[in-house]
Each structure stands twice: as C-alpha cells, then as structure tokens.
C-alpha cells in the first residue's frame, strides 16, 4: 500500500465494483429520461483483508477494504451475485451488487496506526432527510449524466453483465 | 472494474486516474473542489473520497488484466456531462459512483 508521507495516512488502493446486476427494468425506466439517477446509502457490511477482483481466492488479499452490498460478497465471487445473495446493506433493495473502498488510516507520532471509519453522507432517507440507520459504508449513484452528453442526444445504454454467467443461461433468464 | 492505483505516488500520476478524486469538507454537503490528491489544509467534517467509475465498455471483455483497458472514462468529475464514447469503448453503461466519507 502506497503511503502519502506528508500526512501519514495511507493513500486509497483502486477500487472494486463487483459488476452491478441491474434488473432491465431498472435501465429501460432510465432510457426516457434526460437525466436519470438513483442515489442510495450503503451501510458497512464488512472490513475485510479480500479483494475478488483484483486478488480472487487470496484468503486474505494483500490490502484492505471496506465492503458494502449483498451477502453474498466472498473471495471469489462467480457467477450472478444478484441471484446469490439475499439481502443488502443498501437502502435501494432491489440491488445485491457490492462496491468496495479502501480504508484509510491514520498515523500517529508513535508510528502506530488507526483506521478512521467511515461516516453516513447527509440526506439519504426519504424527503432529503438524514437516515439514521445507514452505519459507515458509503454512498452509490448509478447516472446518466456522462451519456451523449454536451446537447446530444442521448445515447442507449446497456446493462452490465454478471461475471461468468454463460450467454445462454442469461438470455433464459431474461424470458 | 476499478479505478485508481495503489502505486500513484505524485500528483501527476494521481491526475492521470480521473475516476478518484477528493473534496475537503467543510460539511457534509460540501460539493465542489475536487482534487487529485489530499487536501492540504484541515477538514472540518473530514475528506470525501469520490469515485468516479467509466461508463465505457468495449463491448467484449467482462474483465481485463489491469480490471481497467476494458473501460473507458469520460468523466471530467463533478457529475458534469462528459463527451461520447470513444470508437474503441463503444458501449455506453450505467455510470457508477461512489462517495466516501471519512
């Protein structure tokens, strides 16, 4: 892990995104719109030394992270993760993806080091109001507003694909 | 996908990953002033890491070495509308991204 020596603080490692399951549903209501975009809290689900896409299997992987989503995260991770899990850490239920973050730490004069937790961002329960039972994690937004963009119009947009789910067990799927 | 890179170690590579960037809060809502690397000065209500993933996709690899060639960013940060995809990254996906606050 690379450190950011003017503040002692180790500096964020890439991020994973476990590649969304997004129902079509979810992208066609988008298609209409000019500028479409769900917001949503994630509460922490883990802190854990694992990273199944830049490390799969390392049980633990060489860096660290903080983990929010579905409980079906895991090292590897194959396959449709939105039929695997069956609950989330997310306000927007329909989604069991998970997204990862680095953690970042503090470092004292004594050399030693603590973790500095994650906080809620403002304005994630209904009606813009603050929702006081998103724990740490962070916060998702799935937009539209890198699309066309610039006065053109807008572009089609294609769901992302599950890893390691064979094209024709998908297309049965979407019957 | 990710964005970033754990080996970034001056400011200049740091600009070349657009997908992260960071806005020193003054409070929660504080929006605006992304930079590439740590703010310099103290941070009221703490730093927030933004990840800004690529909503370009080169229509055929679900992965890549680096888990980065087979995306392509156009994002200018901020949530600001960015260009078209590039012939190479053709297909548009949702663009995802991430706040982070600590």
């Known amino acids: 892990m690379s450190r950011d020596k003017r503040h002692g603080r180790t500096l964020p490692e890439p991020v994973g995104n476990q590649y969304p399951k997004m129902k079509p549903s979810t992208v066609l209501a988008h298609a209409g719109l000019a500028q479409a975009a769900i917001r949503f809290g994630c509460s922490t689900v883990s802190i854990q030394r694992l990273d199944p896409i830049v490390q799969p299997g390392s049980t633990p992987s060489s860096h660290l992270h903080q983990i929010v989503g579905g409980n079906a995260f895991n090292a590897t991770m194959e396959g449709d993760i939105g039929e695997q899990a069956t609950c989330t850490t997310c306000a927007f239920v329909e989604d069991f993806s998970n997204y990862w973050t680095a953690v970042m730490y503090f470092k004292h004069p004594n050399g030693s080091y603590k973790r500095v937790p994650q906080y809620p961002n403002a304005q994630l329960g209904t009606e813009g109001k603050n929702a006081d039972d998103i724990n740490g994690g962070m916060t998702i937004y799935y937009t539209q507003k890198d699309l066309g963009g610039n006065g053109k119009p807008l572009k089609k947009v294609t769901a992302f694909k599950p890893v390691g789910v064979a094209a024709s067990t998908r297309a049965a799927r979407l019957r | ?102």
């Open chain 2, 1 to 102: 996908m990710t964005v970033g890179s754990p080996s970034a170690n001056t400011l200049e590579v740091a600009r070349g990953h657009p997908g992260l960037r960071y806005t020193c809060l003054q409070t929660v809502l504080t929006r605006g002033g992304e930079t590439p690397d740590f703010p310099t000065k103290p941070c009221p209500a703490g730093i927030m890491a933004i990840h800004h993933f690529p909503a370009c996709w080169d229509g055929k690899n679900l992965d890549s070495p680096d888990h980065q060639s087979h995306m392509y960013s156009t994002t200018k940060g901020a949530f600001q509308e960015a260009g078209p995809c590039p012939d190479s990254h053709p297909v548009r996906v949702p663009q995802v991204a991430y706040e982070t606050m600590v």
